[in-house]
């Protein structure tokens, strides 16, 4: 499935370069190096290998379902067993659903995808990435519950209660009518506090995060109804470039790029839809919170890494630890 790359070009990895800011940012990248190309479906990956090889770039593609931790640590050591020269990685790979589901191990899909999948990647990758690569993680500012347009669109900010239970699809109290919003929100306090926990934990390395801004017509929603959907492709992405705090994929996709190959910038910085930095939740912004999502979230991981293989024994006795069994035969609300 792999080929090598063209000696000694820099390589970029990006997850979710198969559609919306993921695509956008891959094709800028490929102008600068070679791209990795994480993504679940392999025809995809390779329609997307194709076009940047047609421009006269170069791509590789692994195949990595990021909500699937047994297929992230596949991916991961692919990825190493290339041996390319990394200069970077993009956690960009997300959903959001608004009727929240269960991945196959019976976790909240949204907090396995967007938080788990990445963190995973994101710590089996760090040995292997040179002095002063930088690892970015596309955020939102719906995790902040003061931010205004966030609010009125229905989300209520993150709602971390702990890793475990965000595992559960469990959220503190008070938060949006649709628990799916609140995962995703959740989901993005917590890539927020891995980059500004990660960034003062390996300070030979660089952590940034980007809020993309708003792009109607991304696939982010999928689950949202046709006229939904509908409406952010055909009224409201027009009206995208004037409005503040929105984007459109090109757009995000040029300032995600160049948040990753600005060499001059620092690190454990977030930047907003322009490329200036902003500041997160004031939550998302405390040092000891950060500590508690990262140390959460390893602990989590490793329990399930002492794990023989899913589908096993072993991991029922864990999703019955966590209460998973229960909750999954709530999983339709
Ligand atoms: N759009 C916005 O308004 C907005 C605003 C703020 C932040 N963001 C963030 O921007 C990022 C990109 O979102 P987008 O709007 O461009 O959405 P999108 O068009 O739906 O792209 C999402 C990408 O993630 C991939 N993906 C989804 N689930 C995956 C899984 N289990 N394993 C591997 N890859 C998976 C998708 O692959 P497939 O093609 O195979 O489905 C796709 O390539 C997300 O992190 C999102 O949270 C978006």
Redesign the pocket.
């Known amino acids: 499935m792999t080929q090598a790359s063209p000696e000694g070009r820099t390589a970029y990895i990006i ?8 695509l956008s940012t891959a094709l800028e990248l490929a102008k600068d190096g070679t791209v990795v190309l994480v ?3 392999q025809a ?1 990956l390779g329609q997307v290998r194709e076009s940047i090889e047609r421009a006269g770039g170069h791509a590789v593609p692994v195949v ?4 699937d931790l047994a297929s992230v640590r596949r991916a991961a050591a692919e990825i190493i067993a290339l041996r390319l020269p990394l200069a970077g990685l993009v956690n ?5 659903e608004l009727h929240a589901t269960k991945n196959a191990q019976g976790w909240d899909a949204t907090f396995a ?2 938080h788990l ?1 990445p963190f995973a990647l994101t710590e089996a990758l760090v040995p292997h990435l040179p002095d002063d690569a930088n690892v970015v993680f ?3 500012g719906v995790e902040d519950p003061e931010r205004k347009p966030a609010v009125v669109a229905g989300f209520r900010g993150g709602r971390y209660i702990s890793a475990e239970a965000s595992a559960r699809g469990e959220w503190k109290p008070g938060g949006s009518t649709h628990p799916g919003l609140d995962a995703y929100a959740t989901s ?1 306090q917590c890539n927020l506090a891995t980059v500004l926990a990660f960034a003062r934990e390996t300070p030979r390395l660089r952590f940034n995060a980007v ?6 017509a ?3 929603s ?1 689950d949202a109804n046709v006229i939904l959907r509908a409406l952010g492709k055909y009224v409201l992405s027009p009206l995208a470039p004037f409005i503040k705090y929105w984007s459109t ?1 090109a757009r995000a996709g040029k300032v995600v790029a160049n948040v990753l190959l600005n060499k001059s910038g620092g690190t454990g910085v977030y930047y907003d839809e322009e490329g200036r930095p902003m500041l997160g939740s004031t939550l998302a912004r405390d040092p000891e919170f950060q500590d508690r999502v990262v140390a959460e979230t390893r602990a989590l991981l490793s329990t399930v890494s002492a794990l023989p293989s899913p589908g096993g024994g072993a991991v029922l006795a864990w999703l019955g630890g966590l209460g998973c069994g229960i909750l999954a035969a709530c999983s339709g609300t």
């Open positions: 997850t979710g370069p198969t559609s919306g800011i993921g993504g679940r479906d995809k990595c379902d990021l909500s960009n790979a997300g959903i959001m995808t967007d999948g596309v955020c939102s993005k809020e993309p801004g708003f792009s109607p991304t696939g982010l999928r994929p």
